[in-house]
T-cell receptor, first 115, second 114 residues
Framework: AQTVTQSQPEMSVQEAETVTLSCTYD???????LFWYKQPPSRQMILVIR??????QNATENRFSVNFQKAAKSFSLKISDSQLGDAAMYFCACEPRHTGNQFYFGTGTSLTVIP | DVKVTQSSRYLVKRTGEKVFLECVQDMDHENMFWYRQDPGLGLRLIYF???????EKGDIPEGYSVSREKKERFSLILESASTNQTSMYLC?????????????FGEGSWLTVV
């Protein structure tokens, strides 16, 4: 079975500060992809960042970076210099390569950015 | 950019009614999905389809069916809506490796069953 766990239902961060959202996953596959998706109040889910499991280097996208710890099955998202527009629900997801392109999502973390 | 269009953003239906939720994508992706999103439960997969006329059950298919007659269109059907199906429904699409193994979402359909 594939599971994705986000243990922080809610987080808050002061504007311009840094925040880290946690995610752990469990999969028996050795080859998979990991994602962080953002769902702003307008509700459309958009991709923030993706990581291929066979790559040891942590992915970065501007102010967003991940800490990928494969042995610990941990995939946290760090948001630097937080902005008001970062306020959203964040979902962690895992796509094992050999499950017919299925994606497994965590329960989400609601991020509040305090001005 | 990938565009995933859900035709209805907000619907109110009565218990027992048949409900159709339509989803259209413009990127020729093979894979399409229907998820249900509820607070504290995240996204739960209802059905997915990896080709025309093909469908696979997800984690919570009970009370739902799907139709994929054309590659670009994937419909979710509630044969007899019930109040416990009040939720946000998200359609998504993926082209597999050709699209970077990324899933793209529509804006969602808010369904209230009264």
């Amino acid at each position: 079975a594939q599971t994705v766990t986000q243990s922080q239902p809610e987080m808050s961060v002061q504007e311009a500060e840094t925040v880290t959202l946690s995610c752990t996953y469990d999969t028996s596959e050795s080859d998979y992809y990991l994602f962080w998706y953002k769902q702003p109040p307008s509700r459309q889910m958009i991709l923030v960042i993706r990581q291929e499991a066979y790559k040891q280097q942590n992915a970065t996208e501007n102010r967003f970076s991940v800490n990928f710890q494969k042995a610990a099955k941990s995939f946290s998202l760090k948001i630097s210099d937080s902005q008001l527009g970062d306020a959203a629900m964040y979902f962690c997801a895992c796509e094992p390569r050999h499950t017919g392109n299925q994606f497994y999502f965590g329960t989400g973390t609601s991020l509040t950015v305090i001005p | 950019d990938v565009k995933v269009t859900q035709s209805s953003r907000y619907l109110v239906k009565r218990t027992g009614e048949k409900v159709f939720l339509e989803c259209v994508q413009d990127m020729d992706h093979e894979n399409m999905f229907w998820y249900r999103q509820d607070p504290g439960l995240g996204l739960r997969l209802i059905y997915f389809s990896y080709d025309v006329k093909m469908k696979e059950k997800g984690d919570i298919p009970e009370g739902y069916s799907v139709s994929r007659e054309k590659k670009e269109r994937f419909s979710l059907i509630l044969e007899s809506a019930s109040t416990n199906q009040t939720s946000m429904y998200l359609c998504a699409t993926s082209g597999g490796a050709a699209s970077g193994n990324t899933i793209y979402f529509g804006e969602g359909s808010w369904l209230t069953v009264v």
